[in-house]
């Protein structure tokens, strides 16, 4: 049904799902299908997987590494555009709320976050979107892993990453 290329992607993101793993990320040229074989990807594992949340968000461009900026593009999960005068601790519960709210309605122990063209997040972005990951795990039991697409960029930003010792951002959303 797959390609070999995406029956491979389909397998690494199943066994991740099923053994809980840190992130992942999948890299290659622009313009070769990532996004498509990501998107179909995500398809069969919303049918292995009843009990996940599966959200999408496209990182960004970092033309404007604020805070307020990201949250109000994690808004895009849940089909909402933030108000303009919220601070980013506002857009922050907000999201965090959503997706609680989503997972609960649909009776779901654990959220999977896809992200598209992860390339246009730095440092600032991840180090956020961690911060949510960890309160989402920490006070409401709610589990997020990450499953991202992105150019050949980030395995650049990833070993730049870890030789700034932030492992904790490269395990967390760069695994390979």
């Not at 997987?49 to 307020?68: K, M």
Request: proline share 3%.
């Amino acid at each position: 049904m797959f390609t070999p290329a995406v029956d491979f992607m389909y397998k690494v993101c199943l066994s991740a799902i099923e053994t809980r793993s840190g992130g992942l990320v999948f890299t290659g040229r622009k313009r070769i299908g990532k996004t498509r074989a990501i998107r179909l990807v995500f398809r069969e594992l919303a049918q292995a997987f009843p009990d996940v949340l599966f959200l999408r968000v496209v990182a960004s461009d970092r033309a404007s590494s604020r805070e307020r900026a990201f949250y109000g593009t994690l808004y895009a999960t849940f089909n909402e555009a933030p108000e303009p005068r919220d601070r980013a601790e506002v857009r922050k519960e907000t999201v965090k709320k959503a997706w609680l709210s989503a997972a609960r309605a649909r009776r779901v122990k654990r959220i999977v976050l896809r992200i598209d063209e992860i390339q246009g997040w730095g440092v600032e972005e991840l180090a956020w979107l961690k911060s949510v990951v960890n309160e989402l795990d920490e006070y409401n039991r709610m589990p997020l892993m990450t499953i991202s697409v992105g150019s050949e960029e980030v395995e650049k930003r990833a070993r730049s990453m870890a030789a700034k010792h932030r492992d904790d951002l490269v395990g967390r959303f760069y695994s390979t």
